[in-house]
Each structure stands twice: as C-alpha cells, then as structure tokens.
C-alpha cells in the first residue's frame, strides 16, 4: 500500500482525498488527522529530525504521547526539503495529491520552493493550506506563533484568572485544536468547492484568527459605549464547581427548571421560591448568602453520590481525572477510545473518531506512523 493510496475499509466522506501533511506540534497535524477521521489518505512528511511534537516530554520511553494522540491515522516518510532528491519527490507526490497542509512562517515556504504560486502550475486542483501564528500580512506575520502565547495575547489568560489576580493559562492547547478544527473545515470548503470550479486555491488559518474566533461572544463593541466594560461571561454565583463530600461537583443551575430541582433535591426548597433569586443575575449578585448553605448540604454526599441524585434533573458533573475517561460508560457506549497497534510503542488504547457518519462511517483508525515508518513507499531501494 503506496502512501497516497485509498485505505481499506468503509468509505468515509473524504475517501479518495490525498493530503500531505508537512505541519508540526498540533494546529496543522491534528486538521489532518480530522481530515484522515473522515477517510482521507493523509502521508504525513517530517524533516530528518522529526516533528518536535515527538520530543516533548513523554512518559512512554520510545514515542511522545501527544505525538500519537495528534497523528492517527496517517502514513509517515522523511524527507529533507533542502535537498534537490528529496525536493523532487515532494514535488512528485503533488501533482498527485489533493491538499497541502503546512505551518511554516510566511516566507519559508518560497525558500524551501513549495510555496502556493511556485506549486499551483503543478497541480492546479491543489488545496493548500497554510496555519500560521499571525497571518500572512502585518507586522507579526514573520513571528513564531504559539498556543500559549496567542491565549496571553488575545486576553484569554487575563479573563480565565480570577479578578484582580494574576492571568491563568487554558491548559489543553485550546487555541491549536480549535484552529485545527479551522483547517479541516476550510479545506472541506475548498474541496467543495473545487467540485464546482474545478480549481484548488490557498486557505489560510492562524491561531490569532482561532483565538478571536473563539471570543466571538466577548469581542463585540457597540457604537457610544465604552470600550472597558464587563466581557466576561460567568455567570457566576450558583454555577461552577463546588466542594462536596472529598470531591467537587459542577454545577450549571441557570434555568428556572433547574434552579428549582437544585432547590428541591439539596432540600433548599424554600430558595427556590425567594424572589431575591430568581433570575441568574439576582442569583450571582446574592452568592454570598446562597453559597454557604448550597455547600452544606453538598457537604452530605460525595460529587458522584450528588450525580446519581441529580440524574437529569440538575446539569453537572463530578471532577474526575482524565484517565477514568478509558472506562467511562458513556464514552464505551459511543465507541470514542479504540485500541491501537504502534510501531514502536506497541498496543495502546486512544480516540477515534470526533464525528459520527451514518452512511459512510470511514475506515478504522489506526495509530501514527514511527518516524520514516513508510519511507520505502516513495523512496526506491529503501527498506528493501
């Protein structure tokens, strides 16, 4: 099996799509493993030193975790793009391919020669995709953009912190995966798209357009009105996480119907009926009276006592480690973690897949490639 060839098994979506994938850390290579969920045939392409994603701090001795986790369901070779041989063969599986996804900073790509005007005369139907930190203009476009950076940029870490104290981080490299949602959805569109035109064109994403995006609901300024006013959407008091019995719990209790249930199974009936709260905005304002005799009697039960209580009632959640997520009932129920066999690591049990098609499921998911693992497929007289 060649590395741009169809994968076995039921057709996805995106069955018959090639990609290469010349991206690294998160944003670009795990838009590409969306696009391989739905079926596309996606080689990844690492320089001789591999994607660095694969050196971070791991407690696997042969591979790095969140290398596995943001790579499944690709083939992988190396290639040195500075090299002429190894240039040409990139250039060769181009006019093959369908997409093109990378993160180099802007003006790397015309160096390297695969840059979108340089590769277009080759492949016309070529999507190409470019994830940057700051876009391609402007006078950040040449700086390395990283998650954690875009967050402290964009004011996310100064709204996460609570007020008047220091900015927090979102750890969980939020601004990389929803920018990695970006790719696979911008490239879906310009698939569509090209079945009408009949021609590829560039598609850019970067992670300050992610982390704006992701604000959409606080980055909104009416005309006549200050500009330093209140964005943060807490709603505060009652909703959150509280301290039951040795644990914690999250509640959301926003609703009337659920703010009565909260009342009635906690035995504060007689909040449920005090017009002092009555609406979220009475509720937040009057925490501290509420909060005090909320957490006594969470005080009662351990957070997954209070789940088994609340049911459907009352929308929450105990706090749980993400390890329980392998054996939780729900996410067996829905199929989310499959078993894997790496090259190097050996079985393992991971994600996937996001999104759940009826008629065309896609092909299984298999694990990321060992760096070269599929080098012999593109290069003659490698690997025997």
């Not at 040409?88 to 790509?109: I, K, Q, S, W």
């Not at 070529?126 to 967050?151: E, F, H, N, R, W």
């Not at 009555?278 to 009662?300: F, G, N, Q, W």
Request: include cysteine.
């Amino acid at each position: 099996m060649t590395p741009l060839s169809p994968r076995p098994g039921p057709a996805g979506p995106l069955s018959g799509v090639r990609v290469l994938d010349l991206s690294a850390y998160i944003a670009g290579p795990y838009g590409c493993t969306l696009l391989a969920d739905q079926g596309a045939d996606v080689l990844k392409v690492e320089p001789p030193g591999g994607d660095n994603l694969r050196h971070y701090p791991s407690t696997l001795p042969s591979e790095s975790r969140a290398f596995i986790g943001v790579n499944r369901s690709k083939r992988g070779v190396v290639l040195d793009l500075k090299q002429p041989a190894d240039l040409a063969t990139l250039l060769r599986l181009v006019r093959e391919a369908d997409v093109l996804v990378h993160n180099f900073r802007p003006g790397v790509p015309r160096r390297l020669g695969i840059a979108h005007e340089q590769l277009e005369p080759l492949n016309p139907r070529l999507i190409y995709c470019a994830v940057t930190g700051y876009g391609d203009s402007g006078p950040m476009k040449d700086k390395a953009g990283y998650d954690q950076v875009l967050q402290t940029m964009t004011g996310m870490c100064a709204l996460q912190g609570k007020r008047g104290a220091a900015p927090e981080i979102l750890y969980g490299s939020v601004v990389d995966y929803y920018a990695a949602a970006l790719v696979a959805a911008g490239v879906a569109s310009a698939l569509y798209e090209r079945e009408r035109s009949g021609r590829g064109q560039a598609v850019g994403v970067s992670l300050l357009r992610s982390a704006l995006t992701m604000q959409s609901a606080r980055l909104i300024w009416a005309g006549g009105e200050p500009l330093d006013i209140g964005r943060d959407m807490r709603s505060g008091g009652v909703t959150g996480i509280h301290p039951a019995r040795g644990s914690y719990l999250y509640l959301s209790a926003n609703t009337p119907h659920f703010w009565a249930a909260l009342c009635r199974l906690t035995g504060l009936d007689e909040l449920a009926t005090d017009p002092r709260y009555d609406s979220v905005k009475k509720r937040a304002a009057h925490a501290a009276e509420i909060l005090p005799r909320l957490h006594a009697a969470l005080a009662t039960r351990t957070a997954l006592e209070w789940e088994a209580v609340f049911g459907d009632d009352v929308p929450c959640a105990a706090a749980r480690q993400v390890e329980e997520m392998f054996d939780h009932p729900q996410v067996l129920a829905e199929n989310m973690v499959g078993e894997f066999d790496h090259a190097t690591v050996g079985r393992y049990r991971g994600v996937t897949r996001p999104i759940v098609f009826g008629r065309t499921p896609g092909p299984e998911p298999f694990a990321a490639p060992a760096l070269g693992q599929h080098d012999a497929d593109i290069k003659p007289g490698e690997g025997g």
